[in-house]
């Protein structure tokens, strides 16, 4: 099974049945961060930096990104050794390590990017990490900023809510108003 394979499997057996690890290591540690600006060409662009913690025990060999399946990634690069896995209307990109000397190590870190005409929302991803010989696996999982596109109520909508609130305000007047009168 090439090392393409092993990533999809494995994803997809740590988020079916949660992540699991060998009782004989400790810890995998990462962080991620993301900065998302938007230069004049009115596009915006993601840069993710994933780092595995030194106190770490596995090495970090990939990393799955939800992303709108609208999103039209451009522009997509990553670690060197880092293979890229993404179709225009795929809801996810991975990169994945090609060999354990590209892993990302214990202390180390690695930069993911790319652009989309669509803006932030927030999008689960995941990290694997394995230890050098493979017989320890262990997943982190979580929610960052990520290509997407968020609810955007329909007009009528925002119509109805507005004269909703207006129609509140307006009973204690007319209440008010009603009693006066009566006196």
């Not at 090439?2 to 992540?19: D, R, T």
């Not at 039209?72 to 994945?96: K, Q, R």
């Not at 262990?138 to 609810?151: E, F, H, L």
Request: aromatic share 10%; glycine share 10%; net charge negative.
């Amino acid at each position: 099974m090439n090392h393409l394979k092993k990533c999809a499997f494995l994803s997809v057996v740590l988020v079916g049945f949660g992540s699991w690890r060998s009782s004989a290591h400790g810890e995998f540690l990462t962080s991620l961060s993301v900065s998302v600006s938007q230069p004049a060409d009115g596009r915006f662009h993601y840069l993710y930096a994933l780092t595995n913690q030194a106190g770490s025990d596995l090495n970090a060999f990939s990393f799955i990104l939800n992303v709108s399946p609208d999103a039209a990634l451009e522009s997509v690069t990553g670690p060197p050794g880092w293979a890229i896995t993404y179709a225009v209307v795929d809801p996810v990109i991975a990169w994945d390590s090609a060999s354990s000397a590209t892993d990302l190590s214990p202390g180390t870190s690695g930069l993911f990017e790319f652009s989309s005409r669509l803006g932030p929302t927030p999008r689960d991803f995941i990290v694997l990490g394995a230890d050098p010989s493979g017989v320890s696996f262990d997943a982190n999982q979580g929610v960052t900023s990520a290509p997407g596109i968020g609810a955007v109520p329909e007009p009528s909508s925002i119509l109805l809510c507005v004269l909703g609130i207006l129609g509140l305000f307006s009973c204690p007047r007319l209440r008010t108003r009603s009693s006066l009168h009566r006196d």
